[in-house]
């Protein structure tokens, strides 16, 4: 049955004080965090608490790695203005011609009850713009089959996993590649959909994890090897490594509703970034071993409505003196895509399994199994399903 609105706000009204009171305390917080962001953005960062100054493998959750005194909020500001769309695109043409963006996506099918045999499907795609008047891009996609073999797990719940981590190697692999195939091109730059440090990977078993962090350490290093940029991009972030150092630096409440971008969107105009930090966060990575102080971050106002965006990179760029070019040219992305990155965008277009592929998926593997004689069977409820569709 649907669901019925009159019950819903019933309850919600029946509850409205405990929202109330999570809300007043959130907000203050909130306003605390910000006038302790005020103050200690006012200070170098060489006189913040020495235990900050060197990696001990706390949750530290950031460092700066720009004089941080220099700029009110630690927000840099843009300083690009147009007075139309027009003229954004013309600066973008500019900026952008002959310089090539990469990005890949990934989806998945994965096992469930209703087949008798265990079986997914893993596709990514990828797309290239070359951005040059005349046109050219490349778009295609590459998937792969998980068999039995690949699926057999101790615990049901860890099949899930095994797909994600699978479809998560070949989205990064095609990255590697792409970039040793443009070693050492100045005119190239790679975007990966998602972040360099996988905190998420830590609710999965040692082997799981272990395949995400081998997956990033490679693409960090093949970065830094081909000189290619790779900017790892989080539309929508929920880290809280600026957060923690703030409660940290200040000594002030825990405040685990609080998250970076919340912190600092209302002190950013479209275009601004922070400084860039190295992320110090506990957890998996510690993992990275020797690459575990080679990850930095920043935040960039993609829109002029909505929260900034997290952007991650290896630190070779900022050593290299490379990191202002590169947040150029992700502002063009970002134009062009009307804020979000279209490269990304289009990649995620490639890559993306609709319904009706579900459904091919599940009409070729039947009609290729009875050509194998396998036993595969359906289940009533995916059959029933099936026709009503």
Not at 32 to 56: C, I, K, M
Not at 92 to 103: E, P, Q
Not at 141 to 153: A, R
Not at 307 to 319: D, G, H, S, T, V
Request: with cysteine.
């Amino acid at each position: 049955m649907p669901l019925k609105p009159s019950q819903l706000l019933s309850c919600l009204q029946d509850k409205q004080a405990e929202f109330r009171h999570f809300d007043h305390r959130a907000l203050a917080l909130l306003h605390q965090y910000r006038s302790a962001l005020a103050e200690v953005a006012n200070h170098p960062f060489l006189a913040l608490p020495t235990q900050f100054s060197s990696y001990d493998g706390g949750n530290l959750g950031a460092f700066p790695l720009e004089p941080n005194h220099l700029f009110p909020h630690w927000v840099i500001p843009c300083q690009l203005t147009w007075g139309n769309r027009e003229q954004s695109l013309q600066w973008v043409r500019g900026l952008l011609t002959g310089i090539k963006t990469f990005a890949v996506d990934g989806s998945q099918i994965s096992p469930g009850k209703d087949l008798s045999i265990p079986v997914a499907l893993v596709q990514v795609g990828w797309f290239e713009n070359l951005h040059l008047p005349s046109g050219g891009y490349t778009k295609d996609i590459q998937l792969d089959v998980l068999t039995p073999s690949d699926l057999k797990v101790s615990h049901d719940q860890l099949v899930e996993g095994v797909v994600s981590a699978h479809r998560f190697q070949l989205e990064t692999q095609r990255l590697v590649d792409y970039m040793n195939e443009h070693h050492n091109d100045p005119n190239c730059l790679v975007f990966f959909d998602g972040s360099l440090v996988p905190s998420f990977a830590e609710k999965w078993d040692v082997e799981l994890s272990d395949r995400y962090v081998s997956s990033l350490k490679k693409l960090i290093a093949t970065s830094e090897r081909t000189q290619v940029p790779l900017v790892a991009y989080v539309d929508t972030s929920h880290a809280r490594d600026l957060t923690v150092m703030l409660e940290q630096v200040m000594n002030l409440p825990e405040a685990p509703s609080i998250q970076d971008a919340q912190l600092l969107d209302p002190l950013m105009k479209w275009g601004d970034r922070t400084l860039l930090f190295q992320c110090r966060r506990s957890g998996i990575l510690s993992h990275f071993h020797e690459q575990q102080g080679d990850i930095t971050f920043t935040y960039l106002k993609s829109t002029r409505e909505g929260y900034p965006a997290r952007l991650e990179f290896p630190r070779w760029i900022i050593e290299s003196g490379r990191l202002n070019q590169v947040m150029d040219w992700i502002r063009g992305e970002l134009i062009i895509g009307n804020g979000y990155p279209y490269v990304i965008e289009t990649a995620d277009q490639a890559a993306v399994l609709k319904a009706e592929d579900r459904q091919t998926f599940y009409r070729i593997l039947q009609d290729w199994a009875e050509e194998q004689e396998l036993k595969l069977r359906f289940s009533r409820k995916m059959v029933s399903k099936t026709r009503r569709r």
